[in-house]
């Protein structure tokens, strides 16, 4: 896949799953502007604020005039029900969702022929854990909000979001019930996202808009009861 010289946008891309999107973007030959609270060589700033927004896509216009590929992926404050504040709540969701949303819309006029947004929802957008309320509710909104972009941008942009499962960025090998209760064997690392971020972006993906794509790993197919094939409720 051929990515020389275009323009990508990454949030959230100074650590983590983020970063390696930017990297594996960098090796192919484009051009890659990171936002991110933490300090380092790229745009420093918290998405939650709109003026860090403007003062960000401004500065990625003012240099390459257009955006090739949008990848929303910063990551969400996670509380639950039990200690998540109203604040909380709210930062949650305008990281995870007003965010994405207000960059796809500042870059809508510069969007290149060819275009593509990826967001990074979760496997939590469909399933959860207890008191994830704050995340769960930032990852199913910007899994609609895909679909919802998808249909207004149709013809200029393709916009779909991938909803990773357990992906370890620190690269650990795991063994046991940790790697074998997933379906595919093993724990996740950020490649497997990154690799699917890359296609969705390319010519090879370019009859795919609207949808979303969960790599977990196979879990979120497997149904557990208790007492089949070992598994046990302990309470």
């Known amino acids: 896949m051929d990515f020389k010289d275009k323009v990508v946008v990454v949030t959230g891309g100074a650590q983590g799953i983020g970063r390696c999107i930017a990297e594996e973007f960098q090796?192919?030959?484009?051009?890659?502007?990171?936002?991110?609270?933490?300090p380092?060589?790229?745009?420093?700033?918290?998405?939650?604020?709109?003026?860090?927004?403007e003062r960000f896509a401004r500065e990625v216009i003012n240099e390459?005039?257009?955006?090739?590929?949008?990848?929303?992926n910063a990551l969400p404050l996670m509380k639950g029900i039990d200690e998540c504040s109203y604040e909380e709540f709210q930062y949650a969701l305008s990281v995870g969702v007003t965010a994405p949303f207000y960059l796809c819309k500042l870059f809508s006029p510069y969007f290149a022929c060819g275009a593509a947004i990826v967001n990074i929802?979760?496997?939590r957008d469909r399933m959860s854990q207890p008191q994830?309320?704050?995340?769960?509710?930032?990852?199913?909104?910007?899994?609609a909000l895909t679909h919802a972009l998808a249909v207004s941008?149709?013809?200029?942009?393709?916009v779909n979001s991938i909803s990773p499962g357990w992906i370890d960025t620190a690269y650990t090998v795991y063994q046991g019930p940790d790697a074998i209760q997933q379906p595919a064997g093993r724990v996740g690392n950020p490649m497997d996202i990154a690799n699917m971020v890359m296609y969705l972006c390319s010519d090879k993906a370019g009859f795919i808009t609207g949808e979303n794509i969960c790599i977990d790993g196979g879990m979120t197919r497997q149904m557990i009861y208790h007492g089949d094939h070992g598994w046990k409720l302990e309470q």
């Open 40 to 53: 380092g060589d790229h745009f420093v700033g918290d998405i939650a604020d709109q003026q860090v927004l």
């Open 64 to 72: 390459y005039g257009r955006v090739d590929y949008l990848i929303n």
């Open 27 to 38: 090796k192919a030959g484009a051009h890659v502007c990171v936002i991110d609270k933490q």
């Open 153 to 158: 941008l149709a013809g200029k942009v393709r």
């Open 121 to 123: 929802s979760s496997s």
């Open 132 to 143: 994830t309320e704050s995340y769960t509710a930032a990852k199913g909104g910007i899994a």
